[in-house]
Every structure is written in C-alpha cells, then in structure tokens.
C-alpha cells in the first residue's frame, strides 16, 4: 500500500515545486519592471471580465469600484525609487539622489551664531556651546547681527526733507482705531444709563421684570448707603453688576463721607490715645486725683488721658472722601493680621548612625494680632495654623484656666496675651501753651501717619511688651489693597520694677499681613 502511493506523493511533490519556482520568477521580473502594472494575473482577468448580468446594479457598481480602488493601492508602490540607494558608497547615477555632502565649516562669526543655533535645536549642545564660544570671540555683538538680519525693525518710511511736518492731535482717530477715553469720562458717560433687565430666556418671551429699576435715585442711594455701612467690600463690587451702579459707587461721594465719618468702618473708631489699659479695664478720664497709693507707685497707675481726635477733612493728600477711605491709613476689625515665620537651623547628626550630612530643621510659627474696637487687643505667639487659631482668637478664650494636656479647641490660646494699642495721629506741630511756651507735639513732626503702637503683657506681671509697626500696602499694582501689612520698626521687653528696657532680635520675623475673617463680623 505504501509503494502505491510513493508516485502519488512523489507527483504532488513536483507539482509544488513547479508552482513554487513560477511564482518566485514573476515577483522578480514584476520588481525590475518601472511601468506600473497589475501585479498578478487572476486579478488583471478579474478586472477586464465584465459584471455578471444577474447581479444587482448597485452590488455591481460596487464590486466594481473596489477592484479599481484595489489596482490603483496595487499600482501606486510599484514606481517608488529606492531612496536609500543615496546613503550606499559609490552609486551617484542618474535616477538615484547623490551622496550626502559633509557640512561646510562656518568662517565668520554669524555663521557661527547660525550654527549654533542649529545644533541646539537638533539637540546637540555641546558643539552648540562650541559654535557660540567663537561666534562671541570673533564678533563680541554677533546676537545683535543675527536678530538684525533675521528679525530686523519695523521699517519706517523717510519723509523728504521739503514735507511739512504734521503734528498729530491725540483727539484724533489712530490708526488702530479711536483712542481709549479716560476713566473719568468713561464713568460720566454712565450717567444717562438706567440698570437693565436680565435677558428673556428665548426668543419670542418677554424680558423678566426688574423691580430695582424702577426705584427713585433716592432711595436706590439710601440702599447703597446701608450696605456701604455694612461691608464697604460688598458696596466697591455692586459697582460690577451694571454700568448705572457703577457710576452712583464712584461719583456719590456723599456715601464716603458718611463711610469715613461713621464709627462702623471709618476714622472716628481709631484711636490716637491709649483708650484701656493693658488688662483691658477703660481708663476713667473723669479721675483726676490719684489716691496715695498710686502716688507711692507710679509704675503701675496708668494716669487718665483725654482722647484726641482729629476732623476728617479732605485735604490735598485726599482730594475725595472715595480717595481717603482707601489711601489713609487705618486698623481693621472684621480680621485678624498674621505673620508666617520659616527658618532653617542645623541640627545634630545621631551618635548611632555613621553619615556624611548633618540634618536640617525648617522651623515655622505664627505671630497673631487681632485690634478691637475699645482700644485692646490679643497678641499670640504659636506654631498652630492659622486655620485652627483664628476663630478661638477672642477675649473669652483668653483666661488661666487652660490646662497643659488639654485637647480643647481653645486650647491654643492658653499662651495668648492681652494688649491695647494706639494709631500715630497725622502730622501735627507744636501748639501754643497757657502762658505762650510752645509745649512739645504728640509726636515728632518727621513722624510719618500710620505708625502702630502696642503694650501686651509679659511672662510675669513685672514685665511688658511694646511693638512698634507701620501699615504699608502688600502691593504697589494699581487696584490692590491698601494698608493691609503691619511692617515691624522695633520690639522691647520694659521691666517695671528696675525700670530696664531690653530689645528683642527680629532676626526671623516677618510682617503681618491682613486676612479677613467673616466670623468676626463688624468686629464688635
């Protein structure tokens, strides 16, 4: 049975390899060919044998587009040069693209530049820094050269010596356009404008009513005005709703005249004199007399003062009340100021272990200062966060009764110290006495408005700290907040019973900056 099918084997095996042997003969006289032709025979038959008549037209139309979209995908790789014939030793003939030329080495200094330039984008810098060394040894200004040639100036045309010179008038049309107007004359155009309604949401609906339209100047003013009193903040952004509230918030200066005359927000709640003492009890300006034992020890009798208190007029320095509410300096109640302190100090490697480095300690605490309303305020010194501190920051909290180990919120303010505070007035001189001599100013004339003065308590009722800081603006750009930072100017410790005034290093401090708390109200 095997002999019988060895011929049988033996035949296909022969039909195989004749198969095998006219396949490998036409994909090579197909390769050498230049002229797009179809690759194989059954599908040039296939092609230029017409459609079936029994077939739909539309499955015919489409049988017929695929196999034109298949020959011409077959025909289009055929006539293809071989591109890396080029970077082969030896063959510039015609038809194949010649071999790659080395680089021309640059001579002058822009070249160089030029170079340079090339080989950084391409990644290479190191002969980029090489290429630069000496573009800038044979030409010092090749930077110059090389933005001129290839980003030169606007050019600009020359006017003839005879042209008459025309001098341009700034209420004239530019050539980009109209000039932008003044704020002023922005805001005044605002004046006619009535405060719109909110759009329909379609098309064919009617706008919704605005009922705050159609309410009288007066009393839409006496609505500003209240809520001027209640957050000055809220009032500046009503100015962003509409154009018509916009122009009453910057022209109604009678609004910031009541703003800087009220005892709510504005000037007449400062305080220019010691108004408490440092316990926080209000100094009764009514006792006159001392008892004979405030005599014996004056040190601790606090004498009676009379508050001092300033017009609220404008001035050069504060043409408008709007001007002076911002610009002038002043405590703020309804927040609390903060200074973030970061140092970095060595520290000692461990005996056990064997290192090359000695470890480094980022130390960060915080300095708290809160101003109320009567004169007094706390001062805290921790390295608790401000968000676990400010909203305990009060007098209540301030009390001997905080345990060491306690876990109460308020616990953080067992280190707190009470305090009271005064602004330096403006700028005054000196004012005539009873019988003519000049008695000395409040403070010295060189003495700039806006300096802070604060006594707290110390670590024993012997001793007292006084702070001496300044409000300065956070930032110069134009609209920011005004004298919301407390810079330091000097910090002392006065012990009251050798009369010794020692002053403390402020080596690591930094200001105190403003935040606002709306927990705190009005700060009442």
Request: glycine share 6%; aromatic share 10%; charged share 25%.
């Amino acid at each position: 049975m095997t002999e019988n099918l060895n011929p049988e084997l033996e035949h296909f095996r022969n039909q195989w390899r004749e198969e095998v042997t006219k396949r490998s003969k036409g994909d090579r006289s197909t390769g050498k060919r230049k002229t797009s032709t179809v690759g194989s025979q059954p599908l040039a038959t296939t092609s230029s044998r017409p459609l079936q008549s029994n077939a739909p037209p539309s499955t015919a139309f489409k049988a017929r587009d695929e196999e034109e979209e298949d020959s011409l995908s077959q025909e289009g790789y055929h006539d293809l040069e071989d591109k890396d014939e080029s970077r082969r030793l030896g063959q510039d003939a015609e038809g194949v693209y010649p071999n790659i030329l080395p680089e021309e080495e640059p001579r002058s200094a822009l070249e160089h530049f030029e170079r340079a330039i090339e080989k950084e984008d391409q990644g290479s810098l190191g002969d980029s820094l090489s290429h630069y060394r000496q573009a800038y040894r044979l030409d010092a200004g090749v930077d110059k050269v090389y933005r001129n040639k290839h980003f030169p100036p606007a050019s600009t045309t020359s006017r003839p010596s005879n042209a008459a010179v025309t001098i341009l008038n700034p209420a004239h049309h530019s050539l980009n356009g109209s000039p932008r107007p003044a704020l002023s004359e922005l805001i005044a155009s605002f004046s006619t404008l009535s405060i719109p309604s909110s759009l329909p949401s379609t098309e064919h609906s009617p706008a919704p009513p605005c009922p705050i339209a159609s309410i009288p100047s007066e009393v839409l003013i006496e609505i500003l005005y209240r809520t001027a009193l209640l957050d000055v903040a809220s009032y500046s952004r009503l100015s962003r709703v509409c154009k018509r509230l916009a122009y009453l918030v910057a022209t109604e200066d009678q609004i910031w005249r009541e703003v800087c005359l009220g005892k709510e927000v504005g000037f007449p709640a400062m305080h220019y004199t010691y108004a408490t003492t440092i316990e926080g009890t209000p100094i009764d300006n009514t006792t006159l007399d001392p008892t004979p034992d405030d005599l014996s020890n004056p040190k601790y009798y606090e004498f009676p003062q009379t508050p001092i208190t300033y017009p609220v007029t404008l001035t050069p320095a504060y043409p408008t009340y709007a001007t002076m509410f911002r610009t002038r300096p002043r405590i703020r109640f309804n927040g609390c100021y903060i200074s973030t302190v970061n140092y970095i100090r060595p520290g000692a490697s461990s005996p056990m272990q064997t290192t090359w480095n000695s470890p480094v300690h980022i130390v960060t605490y915080y300095r708290y200062l809160r101003f109320f309303r009567d004169g007094t305020c706390v001062s805290l010194l921790t390295t608790t966060e401000p968000v676990d501190v400010v909203h305990h920051l009060t007098k209540e909290h301030i009390h001997d009764r905080h345990t060491g180990g306690s876990a109460l919120p308020s616990s953080v303010m067992k280190t707190a110290q009470r305090g009271r505070w005064k602004l330096s007035p403006p700028l005054v001189g000196a004012s005539p006495g009873e019988k003519g001599e000049q008695v000395p100013p409040l403070v010295p004339l060189a003495e700039p408005e806006g300096n802070v003065y604060i006594e707290t308590e110390g670590v024993d009722i012997k001793y007292m700290n006084s702070m001496q800081l300044a409000l300065r603006s956070g930032s110069n750009r134009a609209g920011a907040t005004r004298n919301n930072k407390l810079v330091w100017r000097g910090y002392w410790n006065y012990n009251r019973l050798t009369d010794d005034w020692a002053e403390f290093r402020l080596r690591n401090d930094r200001p105190y900056f403003w935040s606002r708390v709306k927990s705190y109200g009005m700060g009442y």
